[in-house]
Every structure is written in C-alpha cells, then in structure tokens.
C-alpha cells in the first residue's frame, strides 16, 4: 500500500494488503432474444452467483432458476414487453449485478422482428 500526504505526494509504503473483491457480475447471456410470450431457456455466465438467487428481466421474475454453480444461472424467460429488457441476478446476501443492451422481447407475430438464431417458430396463413 502506497501512502500520500495531502499535497499528493508518496510519503511511505504501508504494510502488505491483500484485497479480495466480493459481489456478482454478469458477464453475458447465451440467447439475445426471446418472444414476449417468454418459455425459452437462457444460460448467464458471470461471477458469484449464490444458490437461491433471483433472476429478473425488467421487474419480472424468471422462473426455473438453476445456479449451477457461482457462474452459470440457467433460467426460464418470463413474458414480456416488446424492446430491450435489462437482466437482473440478486443474490440471496442482496449483493446485485445488472445486464444490459444484450436481451430483447419480440413480437411473436412481428415477422422482421424475429429472434435470428432458436427460439419459437410461426406459421401464418390468410
């Protein structure tokens, strides 16, 4: 550790520190979009997920929340607005990690709005 007095200048070297950073993050997501009628499953990789944690997109809880260890979370996609959605993790000690701009809801019938890669097919007929 490295001590500076006021003025910004190195007065002295303190004693060895050794810091542990501690929390969750969210690294990224395996799917980038689901319908608005949600049901796909979804893998978040990071870092320090806890067993029991809550998994939301927007304020919508997923469901079948499965932290298979502390950092993969695999979950079930809960309904939603069309547009971007940000993904929540919060852990069970109320440590948080939020991601954003890398999920979005679709309409299910929006045919240029469609997810690019898995996810619900549709077949429309007039």
Known sequence: VEIYNAAGN?????????????????????TA?????GGGEVTITGSGFAGGAIVRFNSVAATGVTVADEA????TVPP???????????????????????????????????CTAGGHSRSVRH
């Open 72 to 75: 993969t979370i695999r979950i």
């Open 10 to 30: 190195l007065s002295g070297i303190g004693p060895r520190v050794q810091v542990t950073a501690t929390g969750v993050a969210i690294h990224d997501v395996d």
């Open 80 to 114: 939603g607005e069309a547009g971007p959605a940000v993904i929540h993790v919060i852990n069970t000690d109320g440590t948080t990690a939020q991601l954003t701009g890398r999920f979005k809801y679709v309409s299910p019938f929006d045919p240029n709005g469609g």
């Open 33 to 37: 979009c689901a319908t608005t009628e």
